[in-house]
């Protein structure tokens, strides 16, 4: 059958009485498994959902799958989770392969978007299940529950139903019922998206201390960058079921690896260019006439003289005057904004393309209204060059 | 009418209805019930209490006759078992119907809508062409050699509760594809990732979630079938008559309109205790939570 040693642990804990035993084992052992998934493919009909998709994940790791909608995150983790079996690839946890086991034999806990508590049975029993499910003794997996809903802060809610408890309640608990079992890995799709703002930061620390807590190996689903960023360990970021890039939240933002990643992750200006000479440095042709020399480091993808190409720059990182660290240019404001930490300002360059700076200390510069022409240094640290059109 | 009065009618924002616009929704509703269930069945009550004077002497007769007793009771028991036929036969339609997709589960829904299209009558008549001694049935078991002389299938009460069966079918199986159609998908899911097997995630979760459904189509077959003619007159045994038969024969062959008013009183008695009892039970499955 090829089921590993793991296999048969999760098989012995279903059999009823030797139940306990397993899950007080588990419990020791209680850590992240590591998890492999390799060209994985998923086509529904001519779709092709996942395409070629390779993730080393390490045990104990939190890791974000972000992308625009359709791009496959939540069929990557329907195979992970046994829901979708894929058309080609290997899953595998703990260097078990899970690719074709069902899902009832993998022991995963997962969270849902939409909380999916039974509404027909009670918050203790609706934790229990899954240990009901294994075979535990009404007794030991009431006081189970009750154990993982005090860890999620909802002790003394076991009796009520869940239409009873607020959306960010009913998230905690069926945070409860996921890891009640002691699994090695969590799985989430969207968790977070049915709650407002408020409540999505809460819970965005309690899922951060929870796996701190139990060092369970985590894959979270999100279209929201900012969630990603300040939870994961590291991002895959997904477009058109293929990974864009794959990093710790740092490396993404600072230095994106394609033009995709560059637009989706953050605010990015974009200036198309022409590369005229590539050597010790890159020469590039901006549309107003000017060249500049930039860092052969900027070249993120290698440059090809005679190539269109791409220049960005995030907008925090323009500084307001002249300065020699970088190159000048000029922006003829058509809004200021002010957003609250920083001074918003919109313009446009000589040639028309649009570009944002967040200056911050927003005060001194309200002397700046629409119609100026102000000058700003892009510091040359902060050029980044792909090759390629902007969309 | 001022603007703003005008303005309550139209509430698909799911705004609280003002009382005039309740009333004037429900009014042409509540007229035709008034006059064409309510009048008439408290006319027929008053009857069989004041003709041919005030007295209860037409409930005595219903009561103290064993004969009388014995339809009753053979009513509410074809009832019963047409209901548990439906249940039985349904659920697993209703259940294929609610997770299948494309042009078989297509199919199966135009064969379970389409006899709806066709009167009982018509349907009936069928099963009586069906069940007669040289009819289809007898004459493949014959050509079996699974018997020799035919059975007498039309006229018995079996005939009666299949075709009831059948003609009541659908009424059970909408209700439960309906409460199955409302379980999200993701139930199913959690279930089986949280360790369920198929089964038992069948069991814990699915079935319990579709009780209100099950509910529903027993309470619609089971009371529909309580007052059944046309089936039980064409195809049941003259022996064994139900209580709308026997209704029927007081109104137009005995012309005793008192004693058939009384028939009617027992029944109604029953079937509003009845509908009470499941009504309860459907208020019990609300409270275990079917809002979310
Ligand atoms: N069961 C299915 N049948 C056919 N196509 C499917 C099915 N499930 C997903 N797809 C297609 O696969 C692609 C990826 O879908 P998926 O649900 O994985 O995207 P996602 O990244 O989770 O998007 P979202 O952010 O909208 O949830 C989409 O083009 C989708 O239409
Ligand atoms: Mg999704």
Same mark, same amino acid.
């Given at each position: 059958?090829?089921?590993?040693?793991?296999?048969?642990?999760?098989?012995?804990?279903?059999?009823?009485?030797?139940?306990?035993?397993?899950?007080?084992?588990?419990?020791?052992?209680?850590?992240?498994?590591?998890?492999?998934?390799?060209?994985?493919?998923?086509?529904?009909?001519?779709?092709?959902?996942?395409?070629?998709?390779?993730?080393?994940?390490?045990?104990?790791?939190?890791?974000?799958?972000?992308?625009?909608?359709?791009?496959?995150?939540?069929?990557?983790?329907?195979?992970?989770?046994?829901?979708?079996?894929?058309?080609?690839?290997?899953?595998?946890?703990?260097?078990?392969?899970?690719?074709?086991?069902?899902?009832?034999?993998?022991?995963?806990?997962?969270?849902?978007?939409?909380?999916?508590?039974?509404?027909?049975?009670?918050?203790?029993?609706?934790?229990?299940?899954?240990?009901?499910?294994?075979?535990?003794?009404?007794?030991?997996?009431?006081?189970?529950?009750?154990?993982?809903?005090?860890?999620?802060?909802?002790?003394?809610?076991?009796?009520?139903?869940?239409?009873?408890?607020?959306?960010?309640?009913?998230?905690?608990?069926?945070?409860?019922?996921?890891?009640?079992?002691?699994?090695?890995?969590?799985?989430?799709?969207?968790?977070?998206?049915?709650?407002?703002?408020?409540?999505?930061?809460?819970?965005?620390?309690?899922?951060?201390?929870?796996?701190?807590?139990?060092?369970?190996?985590?894959?979270?689903?999100?279209?929201?960058?900012?969630?990603?960023?300040?939870?994961?360990?590291?991002?895959?970021?997904?477009?058109?079921?293929?990974?864009?890039?794959?990093?710790?939240?740092?490396?993404?933002?600072?230095?994106?690896?394609?033009?995709?990643?560059?637009?989706?992750?953050?605010?990015?200006?974009?200036?198309?260019?022409?590369?005229?000479?590539?050597?010790?440095?890159?020469?590039?042709?901006?549309?107003?006439?000017?060249?500049?020399?930039?860092?052969?480091?900027?070249?993120?993808?290698?440059?090809?003289?005679?190539?269109?190409?791409?220049?960005?720059?995030?907008?925090?990182?323009?500084?307001?005057?002249?300065?020699?660290?970088?190159?000048?240019?000029?922006?003829?404001?058509?809004?200021?904004?002010?957003?609250?930490?920083?001074?918003?300002?919109?313009?446009?360059?000589?040639?028309?393309?649009?570009?944002?700076?967040?200056?911050?200390?927003?005060?001194?510069?309200?002397?700046?209204?629409?119609?100026?022409?102000?000058?700003?240094?892009?510091?040359?640290?902060?050029?980044?060059?792909?090759?390629?059109?902007?969309? | 009418?001022?603007?703003?009065?005008?303005?309550?009618?139209?509430?698909?924002?799911?705004?609280?209805?003002?009382?005039?616009?309740?009333?004037?929704?429900?009014?042409?509703?509540?007229?035709?019930?008034?006059?064409?269930?309510?009048?008439?069945?408290?006319?027929?009550?008053?009857?069989?209490?004041?003709?041919?004077?005030?007295?209860?002497?037409?409930? &005595?007769?219903? =009561?103290?006759? #064993?004969?009388?007793?014995? /339809? $009753?009771? +053979? %009513?509410?028991?074809?009832?019963? *078992?047409?209901?548990?036929?439906?249940?039985?036969?349904?659920?697993?339609?209703?259940?294929?119907?609610?997770?299948?997709?494309?042009?078989?589960?297509?199919?199966? &829904?135009?064969? =379970?809508?389409? #006899?709806?299209?066709?009167? /009982? $009558?018509? +349907? %009936?008549?069928?099963?009586?062409? *069906?069940?007669?001694?040289?009819?289809?049935?007898?004459?493949?078991?014959?050509?079996?050699?699974?018997?020799?002389?035919?059975?007498?299938?039309?006229?018995?009460?079996?005939?009666? =509760?299949?075709?009831?069966?059948?003609?009541?079918?659908?009424?059970?199986?909408?209700?439960?594809?309906?409460?199955?159609?409302?379980?999200?998908?993701?139930?199913?899911?959690?279930?089986?990732?949280?360790?369920?097997?198929?089964?038992?995630?069948?069991?814990?979760?699915?079935?319990?979630?579709?009780?209100?459904?099950?509910?529903?189509?027993?309470?619609?077959?089971?009371?529909?079938?309580?007052?059944?003619?046309?089936?039980?007159?064409?195809?049941?045994?003259?022996?064994?008559?139900?209580?709308?038969?026997?209704?029927?024969?007081?109104?137009?062959?005995?012309?005793?309109?008192?004693?058939?008013?009384?028939?009617?009183?027992?029944?109604?008695?029953?079937?509003?205790?009845?509908?009470?009892?499941?009504?309860?039970?459907?208020?019990?499955?609300?409270?275990?939570?079917?809002?979310?």
């Amino acid at each position: 059958m090829g089921l590993g040693a793991r296999g048969r642990r999760i098989e012995g804990k279903t059999e009823g009485k030797r139940g306990s035993v397993n899950i007080v084992s588990a419990r020791q052992s209680a850590s992240g498994a590591s998890i492999r998934i390799s060209r994985l493919e998923k086509r529904f009909g001519a779709v092709s959902a996942v395409d070629g998709v390779d993730i080393d994940i390490a045990a104990g790791e939190f890791i974000a799958l972000l992308g625009p909608s359709g791009s496959g995150k939540t069929t990557i983790l329907m195979s992970v989770a046994g829901f979708e079996f894929p058309t080609s690839g290997t899953i595998h946890v703990d260097s078990e392969d899970l690719t074709y086991v069902p899902s009832n034999r993998r022991n995963l806990g997962m969270v849902f978007q939409n909380y999916t508590l039974f509404p027909h049975m009670s918050i203790l029993d609706n934790v229990a299940f899954p240990l009901k499910m294994r075979g535990l003794r009404t007794a030991e997996r009431h006081a189970r529950a009750e154990a993982a809903l005090a860890t999620v802060r909802l002790a003394g809610y076991g009796h009520r139903r869940p239409n009873e408890l607020s959306g960010g309640q009913q998230q905690r608990v069926a945070l409860a019922r996921a890891i009640v079992y002691q699994p090695r890995v969590l799985l989430m799709d969207e968790p977070l998206s049915a709650l407002d703002k408020n409540l999505r930061e809460d819970m965005q620390l309690e899922i951060k201390r929870l796996h701190a807590e139990l060092g369970i190996t985590v894959i979270f689903v999100t279209h929201d960058q900012s969630e990603a960023l300040t939870m994961a360990d590291r991002i895959a970021v997904l477009r058109d079921g293929k990974i864009q890039q794959i990093g710790p939240a740092r490396q993404l933002y600072e230095r994106p690896a394609n033009l995709f990643t560059a637009g989706f992750i953050g605010e990015m200006n974009f200036v198309d260019v022409r590369v005229e000479s590539v050597g010790d440095d890159v020469a590039v042709a901006l549309p107003w006439g000017e060249t500049w020399r930039l860092p052969a480091t900027a070249a993120v993808e290698p440059a090809v003289a005679g190539e269109a190409a791409v220049l960005a720059v995030r907008p925090e990182r323009l500084q307001l005057g002249v300065s020699p660290a970088g190159q000048v240019i000029a922006v003829t404001l058509s809004d200021v904004v002010y957003a609250g930490a920083a001074l918003l300002l919109i313009g446009h360059l000589p040639d028309g393309t649009e570009m944002r700076a967040r200056i911050p200390g927003a005060s001194q510069l309200s002397s700046l209204v629409p119609g100026d022409v102000a000058s700003f240094t892009i510091p040359t640290e902060a050029m980044l060059l792909y090759r390629g059109k902007r969309r | 009418m001022t603007e703003a009065g005008r303005s309550h009618f139209w509430h698909s924002d799911g705004r609280r209805l003002s009382g005039l616009s309740t009333l004037l929704l429900l009014l042409p509703f509540f007229t035709i019930i008034a006059f064409v269930f309510v009048y008439p069945i408290l006319q027929l009550l008053v009857i069989s209490i004041l003709e041919p004077h005030p007295t209860l002497d037409n409930y &005595a007769r219903v =009561v103290e006759n #064993p004969v009388h007793m014995r /339809v $009753l009771m +053979r %009513t509410l028991w074809t009832a019963m *078992l047409v209901t548990a036929l439906s249940v039985v036969l349904g659920f697993p339609v209703a259940y294929y119907m609610s997770r299948a997709k494309g042009t078989v589960a297509a199919l199966v &829904a135009v064969c =379970v809508i389409l #006899p709806l299209w066709s009167s /009982v $009558l018509v +349907r %009936t008549a069928a099963w009586s062409f *069906l069940f007669q001694r040289n009819g289809l049935i007898n004459s493949a078991l014959m050509s079996l050699g699974l018997t020799s002389q035919p059975f007498k299938l039309l006229y018995t009460q079996s005939a009666v =509760v299949i075709a009831m069966t059948h003609v009541l079918l659908p009424f059970m199986i909408l209700p439960i594809y309906g409460a199955l159609r409302s379980i999200p998908n993701d139930y199913g899911r959690a279930a089986a990732v949280l360790g369920a097997t198929r089964l038992r995630t069948f069991l814990e979760v699915i079935l319990p979630l579709s009780l209100p459904g099950v509910v529903s189509g027993s309470l619609l077959v089971f009371l529909t079938a309580l007052g059944f003619f046309i089936t039980p007159a064409l195809l049941g045994s003259p022996q064994e008559m139900m209580i709308s038969t026997l209704v029927s024969k007081q109104i137009r062959e005995v012309l005793d309109w008192p004693f058939a008013a009384a028939l009617v009183g027992v029944l109604t008695v029953f079937v509003t205790l009845l509908a009470i009892i499941f009504s309860k039970m459907l208020r019990f499955d609300r409270l275990m939570g079917n809002a979310s």
